[in-house]
């Protein structure tokens, strides 16, 4: 920006680069949205990615007062598939999770086996998703947040499906939500 601080062009300029910069952010979403990376597939360690997501946000809980209780099975099978897209998902519920908890609250991660299936939920004390937003949170674009883009949990049913799973919410306003993860121990990416 050439103009001298404070002065008006400056702000305008300052303000459209900004807004710049926020478009591309959401291009960028939507082009992953319209086409996911090809999938690195190999065996996993479901737990490890879990706690590799939970090392991750862990600061944020922190600073947010936000306890976090994981309640992960010892005997999860070894899946087949993408961990780095599965961690990119499980990282984004964990962050909408926080998001609803600005003042705080619980965090619990669970991961058990369900018979030839591995079940996870994130689970919330947050404000909750109304009915009616609950039916149109997987629309791309579709946001409840100020700066979201929408294509967050789109992309997230988007990576969880291509691994031959499934991905839900269930919410009540004022008692929070969880989202449910289920991953075939039999399955792979495509």
């Known amino acids: 920006v050439e103009s001298p601080p404070g ?11 900004a807004q710049l910069s926020r478009m591309d952010h959401t291009m960028g979403n939507f082009l992953r949205y319209a086409r996911l990376p090809q999938a690195e597939v190999r065996p996993y ?53 926080i ?34 937003q609950l039916e149109r949170i997987f629309q791309p674009f579709f946001t409840t947040r100020e700066n979201g883009s929408g294509l967050g949990l789109p992309i997230s049913r988007q990576i969880i499906g291509a691994h031959g799973g499934e991905l839900w919410l269930e919410s009540a306003p004022g008692r929070g939500t969880t989202a449910h993860i289920r991953l075939s121990a039999n399955g792979s990416a495509a």
């Open 45 to 97: 360690d479901l737990s490890e990615a879990l706690q590799r997501t939970l090392f991750l946000v862990e600061p944020r809980l922190n600073a947010q007062k936000i306890s976090l209780r994981r309640e992960i099975a010892a005997d999860l099978p070894r899946l087949i598939g993408d961990p780095g897209q599965i961690e990119q998902t499980l990282l984004n519920l964990c962050l909408n999770a």
């Open 7 to 17: 002065h008006p062009r400056r702000d305008v300029l300052e303000k459209i680069l």
């Open 99 to 132: 998001q609803a908890m600005p003042s705080g609250g619980s965090l619990t991660v669970s991961a058990r086996r369900q018979d030839s299936d591995v079940h996870v939920e994130i689970t919330d004390e947050g404000c909750g998703i109304p009915p009616e």
